[in-house]
């Protein structure tokens, strides 16, 4: 099992950069796959980005292609996602999510998921 709480959320201006972290409570942290997806008002969940658990393959949204970057670091239990040029499009609650299945975890079908942060970006 994997408890998974995320920080870093808030607000920012459109061009600015945040970066989230997600820390995982478990002792198995290598053996998940994480992303990350994002929920704006009324939306539904959109996937964002995957990472391996080895990290050697990542997986991004089209939207955010350029923009966003994961990355992991196993020793830490932590994943992460620096977001650069931000738009007011990208205004949405962020979930970090994690499950030992890529194809469970890019189809939104994760085992685990945060409570997410907030993401806010004015024009």
């Known amino acids: 099992q994997a408890q998974l709480v995320e920080s870093g959320g808030g607000l920012v201006q459109a061009g600015g950069s945040l970066r989230l972290s997600c820390a995982a409570s478990t002792r198995t942290f290598s053996i998940y796959e994480m992303g990350w997806f994002r929920q704006a008002p009324g939306k539904e969940r959109e996937f964002v980005v995957a990472?391996?658990?080895?990290?050697?393959?990542?997986y991004y949204a089209d939207s955010v292609k350029g923009r966003f970057t994961i990355s992991r670091d196993n020793a830490k239990n932590t994943v992460y996602l620096q977001m650069s040029s931000l738009k007011p499009e990208d205004t949405a609650v962020y979930y970090c999510?994690?499950?030992?299945?890529?194809?469970?975890?890019?189809?939104?079908?994760?085992?685990?998921w945060g409570q997410g942060t907030q993401v806010t970006v004015s024009s």
């Open positions: 999510a994690a499950d030992d299945s890529w194809d469970r975890l890019v189809t939104g079908r994760a085992a685990y």
């Open positions: 990472i391996r658990r080895r990290g050697g393959s990542i």
